[in-house]
């Protein structure tokens, strides 16, 4: 038997991490079983689908390795919409389902106001088919599902506890329950592996699939994702778009290494550890069925780490849409007014061990691209005190008779005009950086002048001067 697993994502917003999750857990099971993976789009909530949504999915699936062409699909549930009806009206024919229109009010009214259930009022008055009535399952009076699930043992429900729910709205068209049921049938899925979410929606289902006659699934619920107060994330609360992710700069090797530790670990004392050895070493059963605590900051430490692993010229590749608004990802928050290659090249190692996020390295060296920098006013009050004005007078007169405009050199001669004042360094540097750089903190001061030259060095720190008088 091949195995053959699918993700199905429905296009209704921004692609969720725990999508990004579900979708590679789903695509290593598949290689590691030499099955294949499918991609079904389930757009069948008409009012609610957006076709760029759709197109969301197929990219951020490309971004985290799940690539265009290198899978089955994608395919759309509405394509599968004469099978789903056929699928309803077979379970009618066989007496597996029935026809009735109660309103909610009706069955209150018969049960009391609080029951939100149905009371099977229909399953044998012969209601036939007509504007308004529902299709509904009828579920077993008697026994128990019981589901086989790779990551929770056997979770089983009891079949008198299962209402007889809708298969088929009052227009005819078949709800999600059935529509799912019958595209995995269709599909010749064996497997399906998705969240937690949708185990309540299993014992329904695998009655759909006995009652159609078809051996269901094997079913494997991977655990529901949290935020830091365990609360299910929520596209309202947290931030849980993969497309957002990637916009801040984060690698796509650092997301989908962090989002396999969801609920799982590789051996050792583990965490950061090649796609290969995840791929080899990841396994279902494994994988832990308590909430998984998605931590932001986690995420964020692991990808300082990839970009630090990142061989040079590749992390100024990374870099470069951030840098000149080039590539895919989202513009730039800044315009450079004269981008240089080589200057940035100069600058990229001091700034890799330093930032986080790609994005960052916009406020790291938009000083080098601007014709003069973008002053944090904050900054400069807090650091531009009473002897600064003096301090950069001096500075300028020493730099202005260097020889070697160089680092090295920068650093003895600043750090000779703040001795004359019986101050340290840092406390020297400090007027000097707000004047060229605009920031308080960023790369290495003496390195970052250098790589500016002495005329836009010189030229910034005297108008900072003039703008002390
Ligand atoms: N379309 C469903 C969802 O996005 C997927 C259901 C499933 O994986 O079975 O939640």
């Given at each position: 038997?091949?195995?053959?697993?699918?993700?199905?994502?429905?296009?209704?917003?921004?692609?969720?991490?725990?999508?990004?999750?579900?979708?590679?857990?789903?695509?290593?099971?598949?290689?590691?079983?030499?099955?294949?993976?499918?991609?079904?789009?389930?757009?069948?909530?008409?009012?609610?689908?957006?076709?760029?949504?759709?197109?969301?999915?197929?990219?951020?699936?490309?971004?985290?390795?799940?690539?265009?062409?290198?899978?089955?699909?994608?395919?759309?549930?509405?394509?599968?919409?004469?099978?789903?009806?056929?699928?309803?009206?077979?379970?009618?024919?066989?007496?597996?389902?029935?026809?009735c229109d109660c309103t909610r009010e009706d069955v209150q009214a018969r049960t009391g106001s609080q029951y939100q259930g149905y009371d099977g009022y229909h399953r044998?008055r012969?209601?036939?088919?007509?504007?308004?009535?529902a299709?509904r399952f009828r579920t077993?009076d008697?026994?128990?599902?019981?589901?086989?699930?790779?990551?929770?043992?056997?979770?089983?429900f009891e079949n008198k506890l299962i209402e007889d729910f809708v298969?088929?709205r009052g227009?005819?068209?078949?709800v999600?329950l059935?529509?799912?049921?019958?595209?995995?049938?269709?599909?010749?899925?064996?497997?399906?592996?998705?969240?937690?979410?949708?185990?309540p929606n299993?014992p329904k289902?695998?009655?759909?699939?006995?009652?159609?006659?078809?051996?269901?699934?094997?079913?494997?619920?991977?655990?529901?994702?949290?935020?830091?107060?365990?609360?299910?994330?929520?596209?309202?609360?947290?931030?849980?778009?993969?497309?957002?992710?990637?916009?801040?700069?984060?690698?796509?090797?650092?997301?989908?290494?962090?989002?396999?530790?969801?609920?799982?670990?590789?051996?050792?004392?583990?965490?950061?550890?090649?796609?290969?050895?995840?791929?080899?070493?990841?396994?279902?059963?494994?994988?832990?069925?308590?909430?998984?605590?998605?931590?932001?900051?986690?995420?964020?430490?692991?990808?300082?780490?990839?970009?630090?692993?990142?061989?040079?010229?590749?992390?100024?590749?990374?870099?470069?849409?951030?840098?000149?608004?080039?590539?895919?990802?989202?513009?730039?928050?800044?315009?450079?007014?004269?981008?240089?290659?080589?200057?940035?090249?100069?600058?990229?190692?001091?700034?890799?061990?330093?930032?986080?996020?790609?994005?960052?390295?916009?406020?790291?060296?938009?000083?080098?691209?601007?014709?003069?920098?973008?002053?944090?006013?904050?900054?400069?009050?807090?650091?531009?005190?009473?002897?600064?004005?003096?301090?950069?007078?001096?500075?300028?007169?020493?730099?202005?008779?260097?020889?070697?405009?160089?680092?090295?050199?920068?650093?003895?001669?600043?750090?000779?005009?703040?001795?004359?004042?019986?101050?340290?360094?840092?406390?020297?540097?400090?007027?000097?950086?707000?004047?060229?750089?605009?920031?308080?903190?960023?790369?290495?001061?003496?390195?970052?002048?250098?790589?500016?030259?002495?005329?836009?060095?010189?030229?910034?720190?005297?108008?900072?001067?003039?703008?002390?008088?």
């Open positions: 038997m091949t195995v053959r697993v699918r993700f199905a994502p429905s296009p209704t917003g921004m692609f969720h991490v725990g999508g990004a999750r579900s979708a590679l857990q789903n695509w290593i099971y598949a290689k590691q079983q030499g099955g294949v993976f499918v991609l079904r789009i389930e757009d069948t909530d008409a009012a609610r689908n957006k076709p760029e949504w759709t197109e969301g999915i197929l990219s951020a699936l490309d971004w985290i390795g799940i690539s265009r062409g290198s899978y089955e699909g994608p395919h759309f549930q509405s394509e599968n919409a004469g099978e789903h009806r056929a699928a309803a009206a077979r379970l009618y024919e066989s007496g597996r389902a029935y026809y044998d012969g209601l036939g088919p007509g504007p308004g009535h299709l077993p008697e026994g128990a599902t019981v589901v086989v699930d790779l990551i929770r043992g056997e979770p089983t298969i088929a227009d005819g068209s078949p999600f059935l529509a799912n049921v019958v595209d995995d049938m269709t599909m010749g899925i064996t497997h399906v592996i998705r969240a937690e979410e949708h185990l299993t289902q695998q009655l759909l699939w006995d009652a159609l006659g078809v051996k269901p699934p094997i079913w494997a619920h991977v655990p529901v994702v949290v935020n830091e107060k365990r609360q299910k994330l929520s596209k309202r609360r947290d931030k849980v778009a993969l497309e957002a992710y990637r916009e801040e700069g984060y690698l796509p090797g650092a997301m989908r290494n962090y989002l396999m530790l969801l609920g799982w670990a590789p051996s050792g004392d583990r965490e950061i550890v090649p796609w290969s050895v995840i791929e080899e070493e990841f396994r279902l059963e494994e994988v832990n069925p308590s909430p998984a605590f998605f931590d932001e900051k986690k995420l964020r430490a692991f990808n300082g780490d990839y970009i630090r692993a990142l061989p040079v010229d590749e992390f100024i590749d990374a870099c470069q849409p951030w840098l000149t608004g080039t590539g895919t990802i989202a513009p730039p928050p800044w315009q450079p007014e004269e981008f240089d290659a080589d200057a940035f090249a100069a600058v990229a190692p001091l700034a890799q061990t330093r930032i986080t996020v790609l994005s960052e390295i916009v406020p790291n060296v938009d000083f080098l691209f601007l014709a003069s920098p973008l002053i944090d006013e904050a900054a400069w009050a807090k650091t531009m005190k009473d002897g600064s004005a003096e301090l950069l007078d001096e500075a300028v007169a020493a730099f202005e008779a260097l020889e070697s405009w160089d680092a090295e050199s920068l650093k003895s001669t600043l750090e000779a005009v703040g001795a004359e004042r019986g101050l340290k360094l840092g406390k020297t540097q400090a007027p000097v950086r707000v004047a060229v750089t605009g920031r308080t903190v960023g790369l290495p001061l003496f390195e970052s002048l250098e790589v500016l030259g002495r005329e836009r060095a010189l030229t910034r720190m005297r108008a900072a001067r003039l703008r002390l008088v």
